[in-house]
């Protein structure tokens, strides 16, 4: 793949005239595809990355992609593709190049990555053989998708399913992915198995994840099945890592969590994994490691000490992953039950008609696809302990029968009229302010004061801060292990960006952000730039002065009738995102455009260009 030598365009600023189609569609063994694509106000601009070949942009000559922006310096920057890797540096700019709100001078770029040299915005992108985009996304961008995605399949009542491919690795020695394991060789594969609506975004050099909406089991598994069965001879085998919601878990974090473990548990004799196949509890031994203490949890532990003992309920109140589960299961094991079971129930994610089903169980027959009798959890943790966690979520008829096992120890399964009696130990969790929930009349008065015996408080993340290193230490280790690397430590200034951050989503989060970084890291130590870019975000001084608006999609330069192939491509790359936020919004302007972070009148002029009109 090459670009031939720039010419001038229509409005005398001087482009890179890709390669002919042949030529961008080499065998997938052959050099990646990749491309800096620049949107300016007069249009969108794109030169290809030859491996070892640095690729200049600036406002003019003797820049190799030359960009009539004012903003731009003369020679901006330089982006170069070697090892698999892209570097951006920058290159003496008067109005700097960022990432993220941080001026950086040099950094590593994945495909979907975008970063802003002076005002015009740059962005990565992975080509397929025909020149055409694979709809990458960076990291940041995923991780609003899936958000935005797990809001509505809450509000909804649907499903949605998060999947992690990799390469089948040969080795775990610590070494790098090989030239053939590396994503470029096979995303376009992965690609081609994908609906339009499924969002796909790299995860380090050999691996992809993927966000599949309103997709429930049997077809996230299908589709799983479908990447994963290689075509003959393509020499790459792939594994995958499913999650599923409801069902796995209910938040981002531990859904992305998940995912990514089930894809390392995955080999190419069982290359399809699929995470809790039933889904609503989890009666297994261990929560994941034991406490760190700091300073703000030793008196909390020591209440919690105290209190294992007993019988009587206990409450954990905390933000999403803070640790409740751990703490749950440090009560657990601290306490008389501990050769007993604990059996965590989801109550966030089980569907409000079986919740009943599966906390007491039924009697074969006792509804439509009761075809035997199933104990429920609490037989199943007879002795033992049910840690109920998100308890806030539980329908009030639930909590009827909930309360009268608390008070009672005796309930029914579903369909019989024989009552069953049972010793447990109550543990519930809870995001929410339950106290709230009565006084609004969706969480029973007399349960929660029937639960709330004895209520512990853990503090977020970031009011722990002295248990931050060795949480990360912990994490550094789990991820070498998890995905055969061999990171030593952490950089000084990696260090400082991990204090700086305000972990939103607690432990949970921190982990997930170490294990993304050890598996992007080319150094023996984390480096500022392995982070995500929200945690990079958090370090910056400062800002830019005046920050540019979001640039349109596109203008009319695009269009030009001897545009090659490539660019043909991604003007329909372009047509298909107008369209897609067009149809999410019911071919609402305003929303779509809002969507986009376009202007409308943007909007409007490139849908009358593109011939897109509301059906």
Not at 313 to 340: C, M, S, W, Y
Not at 484 to 512: C, D, F, I, M
Not at 538 to 545: D, L, M, Q, T, V
Request: include cysteine.
């Amino acid at each position: 793949m090459h670009a031939e030598h720039p010419r001038q365009a229509s409005d005398g600023t001087k482009t890179e005239t890709l390669s002919t189609g042949a030529e961008v569609g080499r065998a997938e063994g052959d050099a990646q595809r990749l491309a800096v694509v620049v949107h300016h106000e007069s249009g969108v601009e794109l030169g290809l990355l030859t491996p070892e070949v640095p690729l200049t942009l600036g406002r003019a000559e003797p820049s190799v992609l030359c960009v009539n922006d004012r903003r731009l310096s003369r020679v901006h920057a330089r982006f170069l593709l070697s090892d698999n890797r892209i570097t951006v540096e920058d290159l003496g700019s008067k109005n700097g190049s960022w990432i993220a709100g941080r001026r950086i001078e040099k950094a590593f770029l994945e495909v979907g990555d975008e970063l802003r040299l002076g005002g015009v915005s740059v962005r990565i992108h992975a080509l397929g053989r025909s020149g055409q985009s694979l709809r990458f996304e960076g990291d940041e961008p995923f991780r609003r998708a899936v958000e935005e995605e797990a809001a509505r399949a809450r509000q909804f009542h649907r499903p949605f399913a998060l999947l992690v491919v990799r390469a089948a690795r040969a080795r775990r020695d610590g070494a790098p992915p090989s030239i053939e394991e590396h994503v470029h060789r096979w995303a376009e594969r992965v690609h081609g198995q994908l609906r339009s609506v499924d969002r796909m975004a790299p995860y380090g050099a050999d691996a992809v994840q993927l966000l599949l909406p309103e997709t429930g089991p049997e077809d996230a598994v299908r589709i799983a099945r479908a990447i994963a069965a290689a075509p003959r001879g393509s020499g790459t085998p792939l594994v995958v890592g499913v999650s599923l919601y409801p069902g796995a878990a209910d938040t981002v974090e531990a859904l992305v969590e998940l995912a990514r473990a089930a894809a390392n548990r995955a080999a190419p004799e069982h290359p399809v994994e699929v995470t809790s196949t039933a889904p609503w509890f989890d009666s297994s031994t261990g929560a994941g490691g034991s406490l760190i203490a700091g300073a703000a949890m030793r008196a909390l532990l020591a209440t919690a000490r105290q209190v294992s003992a007993s019988r009587v309920p206990v409450i954990l109140q905390g933000e999403t992953g803070t640790g409740k589960e751990v703490l749950a299961r440090f009560l657990h094991d601290e306490g008389p039950r501990r050769a007993q079971r604990m059996v965590r129930v989801n109550c966030g994610a089980i569907p409000r008609e079986l919740v009943e089903s599966t906390l007491f169980g039924h009697e074969r027959g006792a509804f439509t696809g009761a075809g035997q009798l199933k104990q429920g959890v609490f037989e199943e943790a007879h002795g033992g302990t049910v840690f109920l966690d998100e308890i806030g979520e539980m329908p009030l008829a639930a909590q009827v029968a909930l309360l009268r096992v608390l008070e009672t120890g005796a309930f029914s399964r579903v369909g019989a009229s024989k009552e069953l009696t049972v010793d447990v130990r109550v543990i519930a969790a809870t995001h929410r302010d339950l106290e709230g929930m009565v006084a609004a009349g969706s969480f029973r008065e007399d349960l929660y004061y029937r639960l709330n015996a004895i209520l512990l408080a853990i503090p977020p993340l970031r009011e722990r801060l002295d248990e931050l290193e060795p949480l990360v230490h912990r994490f550094l280790r789990l991820a070498n292990e998890g995905n055969g690397r061999n990171v030593q430590g952490l950089e000084p200034a990696t260090l400082e960006l991990l204090r700086a951050y305000s972990w939103p989503g607690n432990v949970r989060e921190l982990k997930n952000a170490i294990e993304r970084a050890v598996v992007v890291a080319r150094g023996a130590l984390l480096a500022p730039g392995d982070l995500p870019v929200r945690v990079q975000a958090a370090g910056a001084a400062e800002r830019p002065a005046s920050a540019p608006a979001p640039p349109g999609l596109a203008a009319p330069g695009l269009e030009r009738e001897d545009a090659a192939p490539a660019r043909k491509q991604m003007r329909g790359y372009e047509a298909q995102l107008l369209q897609e936020a067009l149809v999410a919004t019911g071919w609402n302007r305003s929303e779509a455009a809002k969507r986009l972070g376009i202007p409308v009148r943007t909007l409007s002029y490139r849908m009358k260009v593109h011939g897109l009109k509301k059906p």
